[in-house]
Structure formats: structure tokens, C-alpha cells
């Protein structure tokens, strides 16, 4: 009976005018820039972020999140045309659904995406209304040593568990950490890392740091491409499957979206993995594994699902915990906080019309992408015809204008040209952007716990191995750090 009046009281906040006008302007700029190939959730979610403060946050999130899971729409069209994903989570869909596109199947695969899609985030969204309330109920037992413990995991998780070299995502932790702790320190009030610049007295601009890493750094990436490649033609009629097209989605989508909800809640995991999972379980339960890579229907859907799946479930970790399943999260994260709310057990309770208003939101917002991509997949086509050095200057003046105004301040500008110019030299030399992130929003809360721990236990370090919960998660760090030794190890012997 608790749920349905829940239920009740989220979609009373969701299909408000208000709401319903966020929600479509959210899936709608997520979808252009998924179809974009090198512009991402995370340059679209960090230009809009200052264009929240003048909203109320249950709309500004609603908005914000439907970039993210509009943009995992989005991302599918270049990789099925132009073999270039959007995201690095639609990276999997080319493998099936570029040959499919040149097989005279670019149509089918388009409405293929869309439909496993929408499948994988309705499922993941049922559980996020399951199992969300029951992790912050149980996490209400919470202390700052267990927060401590999760929040380590969750860093170590990002960087260990992530495509790339498991020790080059620590030191981007690290490193993320370290500029977290930039400003002033609130117990002492003595300013920390600051060199001599007063604007950096109250920390580095989370909009800036944003920008820069996922905005800037990949117009720098693609300064020397003039034109965009050509694109065929995609029409209604040639989009729709054939029975048997018919009967071959929905197992696939089914897998699929219980592998991305259940990889998805795990924090610091996010889309990416989820999508390589449920390709290779697709490819090994399949009776024709042969045919994968040339155009084989499953491996397009199953990825589709996962990765959208894998979206939403992310939210069950960032609003029952306050620990960011992935960059985006953490961004999400860093914007309600910006609006003085700060997600963990206590955020259903205290802020009950913004949780389930934003979970009903989730369905509106899916329901609209739906609408949105399949009779509007001609016009995103025709969207990638834009050339590049047309489309990055516009997308760079947007961006200083959005670090300008977060604070009206002209050194975050700087700020974010630094942070651009290091993003493209992180790219350049494999080191990934996204555990930076992390460590940023993560590092400030996991010192305030880890101070607050040793003030109540008078330094003594044990004590984190005494409580069970907090125990469990350090054991499960521990596993996380070995695995990534045993994997360099296994590098270094596989070049000798």
C-alpha cells in the first residue's frame, strides 16, 4: 500500500507542466548529443549544469537525467552508420550493427536499438523502485566508518574494473583526490594546494573541471577533422523487422537488461562493462557464435539493453548511498549537491516528491525517446552530416559561457582550459578521464569521514576491521587491488 502511494506521489511531481517540459527538453538535447560521435552525456550534462541554478531541483535533475539515459539513445545511430559510437558505451553496437548497415539492414537496426532500449530501462527502473528504498533503509545503519569503507570501494572499483590499465585509473583516482582537497579546510579554516591563487581559496569549479576533461578536451581531440563522412539514406518503411526479426529480439533484450541492471548498481562499474557482458553472454548461449561481427541481430539488441539498463540502475547506488555508480553519476551527484541535497539513506525520506518524482519521470522520459527515435531517426541522421569545424566552435563558446556563469568568475574559464588541455594529454597517453572525476566528488567526503573516524576512535585504525559492514567492504577493496595486481603482472609477462 506504501508503494502505491508512492507511485501516486512521484507521477503527481512528474507529469506537471513543468516537469513533463524538462523531461522532454533532457531526452531531447540527450539524443542529439548521443548521435554526435565524441560529445557525450558528460560535455551535454556539464554545459547545462549552470543553466540549473535558476530551477527548481526536482526538474533541474529530471532534466539532467534525462541527457544521460537520452543520450545512450542517441549514441546507437553513428555507431550503426558511421561505425563511430557516440559513447563509449554504444562502442559495442558497432560491431553488429555497422555490418548490418552495409548489409542494407541500417533501418532495422536503428528500430531494433530503440525497442531494446526502451526494454532494458523499464526493467532496470522496476528494480530501482524495488531495491533503492530497501539498500537506503538497510544503509540507515550507516556510520562514517562503513561510509569510509564504500565510498574506498567505490573509487577503487572505478579504476580497477574500467576498461584501460588498472594502475593508470588509480592514478587518475588519485589525482582526483588530491584536487578534491584543493581550498580551504573546513576544520582548520588554512588554505590547502591553493599556490598563491585566490581563485582557488574555495576549491576548483566542479563545471569547470567537467568541461574541461569532457567538453573541451574532445573538441582538441578533433580539431583536424574538417567534414563529416556521408550518411545514407534511412527511411520509415525499411526500419520495421520481419516476423522472424520480430521473434529474435526479445530474448535477447530480456538477458540483456538483467545483465545492465545487475552490473549497473554496482558503484563505480557504470554502462561500458554491462554492454561488453552482455555481448559476450549473448555470443556464448548463441547456436551461430560464428556469425557474430557480421551483422547478427542479437549482438546489436543485447548491448542496447544492457548499457540502458546499466543507466538506470546507476541511480540506485548515487540516491540510496550517495556513491556515483560512474562519471555521470558523480556529476549528478556534484549538481544536487550544488542545490544544497546531498543523496544517501536519508534522501527518500526527506526529499520523497523529488525520488519518486524522478523515478516516474523515468518512464515518461523513456516513452518520449521512444517516440523521439523512431519516427525522428531521419532527422538525427541528417544531423551527423554537420561538419566538425562548424559544430566544436559554437559547443566552445557555450562552454565558456556556462563556466563563466556558474560563478561569474573568469578564472574558472582558465581553470577549464586546464583542465581541457589535460584531458586531451590523458587521452592521448590512455589514461581515462572518468576515475578523475570521481575522485574529485568523492574525495572531499571520503577525508570527512576518514577524519571523523579517527576523531571518534582516538586513531585507532582497527577499528574499521571490527565493525562487520565496514569490514566486508575493505575485504572486498582488497580483492579489487590484487585483481589489478594480478592483471599487470599478466601484462608484464605477456611483453617479456
Same mark, same amino acid.
Given at each position: /500500500?506504501? /508503494?502505491?502511494?508512492?507511485?501516486?506521489? @512521484?507521477?503527481?511531481?512528474? +507529469?506537471?507542466p513543468e516537469a513533463l517540459l524538462f523531461c522532454l527538453i533532457g531526452v531531447t538535447v540527450g539524443t542529439f548529443v548521443g548521435v554526435l560521435p565524441g560529445v557525450g552525456a558528460m560535455a551535454a550534462i556539464s554545459l547545462a549544469l549552470p543553466m540549473t541554478y535558476h530551477l527548481d531541483p526536482t526538474y533541474a535533475l529530471i532534466m539532467l537525467a534525462g541527457i544521460f539515459y537520452g543520450s545512450q539513445y542517441g549514441g546507437s545511430t553513428a555507431a550503426i552508420l558511421l561505425n563511430l559510437p557516440g559513447s563509449v558505451t554504444n562502442a559495442v553496437t558497432c560491431l553488429d550493427g555497422y555490418p548490418m548497415a552495409r548489409n542494407g539492414k541500417a533501418g532495422v537496426a536503428l528500430f531494433v536499438t530503440a525497442i531494446a532500449s526502451f526494454i532494458g530501462s523499464s526493467f532496470a527502473i522496476v528494480i530501482v523502485m524495488g531495491f533503492a528504498p530497501m539498500i537506503a533503509e538497510a544503509a540507515l545503519s550507516f556510520s562514517s566508518y562503513e561510509y569510509f569503507a564504500v565510498m574506498l570501494m567505490g573509487l577503487i572499483a572505478a579504476s580497477t574494473l574500467s576498461s584501460g590499465s588498472p594502475a593508470k585509473g588509480l592514478a587518475a583516482v588519485i589525482l582526483g583526490v588530491l584536487i578534491g582537497i584543493i581550498g580551504t579546510d573546513v576544520t582548520s579554516g588554512q588554505y590547502r594546494y591553493t599556490f598563491g591563487l585566490q581563485g582557488l581559496s574555495d576549491g576548483v569549479n566542479l563545471i569547470a573541471i567537467a568541461m574541461g576533461l569532457f567538453g573541451i578536451s574532445e573538441i582538441l581531440s578533433n580539431i583536424g577533422q574538417r567534414a563529416a563522412p556521408r550518411v545514407g539514406k534511412v527511411t520509415l518503411r525499411s526500419m520495421f523487422p520481419n516476423r522472424e526479426e520480430w521473434r529474435r529480439i526479445w530474448a535477447p533484450a530480456g538477458r540483456g537488461s538483467v545483465v545492465g541492471s545487475a552490473i549497473g548498481a554496482l558503484p563505480g562499474i557504470g554502462p561500458t562493462l554491462s554492454a561488453f557482458m552482455a555481448y559476450l553472454l549473448e555470443k556464448k548461449v548463441s547456436r551461430t557464435p560464428e556469425r557474430f561481427g557480421q551483422g547478427q541481430l542479437e549482438g546489436v539488441t543485447a548491448p542496447e539493453a544492457a548499457n540502458n539498463a546499466a543507466v538506470q540502475s546507476g541511480f540506485i547506488p548515487t540516491l540510496s548511498l550517495g556513491i556515483p555508480g560512474d562519471a555521470v553519476m558523480a556529476l549528478l551527484l556534484g549538481a544536487m549537491m550544488i542545490h544544497g541535497i546531498v543523496p544517501g539513506p536519508l534522501f527518500m525520506t526527506e526529499y520523497p516528491e523529488m525520488f519518486w518524482g524522478l523515478i516516474m519521470s523515468f518512464w515518461i522520459g523513456n516513452i518520449l525517446l521512444l517516440v523521439l527515435n523512431i519516427p525522428l531517426n531521419g532527422l538525427w541522421v541528417r544531423i551527423l552530416a554537420i561538419p566538425y569545424h562548424v559544430l566544436y566552435p559554437a559547443i566552445l563558446v557555450f562552454i565558456c +559561457? @556556462?563556466?563563466?556563469?556558474?560563478?561569474?568568475?573568469?578564472?574558472? +574559464?582558465?581553470?577549464? *582550459?586546464?583542465f581541457g588541455v589535460l584531458g586531451y594529454l590523458m587521452n592521448r597517453l590512455r589514461y581515462p578521464s572518468a576515475p578523475l572525476l570521481l575522485g #574529485?566528488? *568523492?574525495?572531499?567526503?571520503?577525508?570527512?569521514? #576518514?577524519?571523523?573516524? /579517527? *576523531?571518534?576512535?582516538?586513531?585507532? #585504525? @582497527?577499528?574499521?576491521?571490527?565493525?562487520? +559492514?565496514?569490514?566486508? #567492504?575493505?575485504?572486498a577493496t582488497a580483492l579489487m587491488l590484487l585483481y589489478a595486481v594480478y592483471l599487470l603482472l599478466r601484462q608484464w609477462r605477456a611483453r617479456q
Open positions: /500500500m506504501e /508503494m502505491l502511494s508512492n507511485f501516486g506521489l @512521484g507521477l503527481s511531481t512528474a +507529469i506537471t +559561457i @556556462g563556466v563563466y556563469s556558474a560563478r561569474n568568475n573568469v578564472f574558472d +574559464i582558465y581553470v577549464a *582550459l586546464f #574529485f566528488v *568523492l574525495g572531499p567526503l571520503l577525508e570527512e569521514h #576518514f577524519r571523523r573516524s /579517527m *576523531l571518534l576512535s582516538r586513531g585507532e #585504525f @582497527g577499528v574499521f576491521l571490527d565493525r562487520p +559492514i565496514s569490514a566486508t #567492504f575493505l575485504a
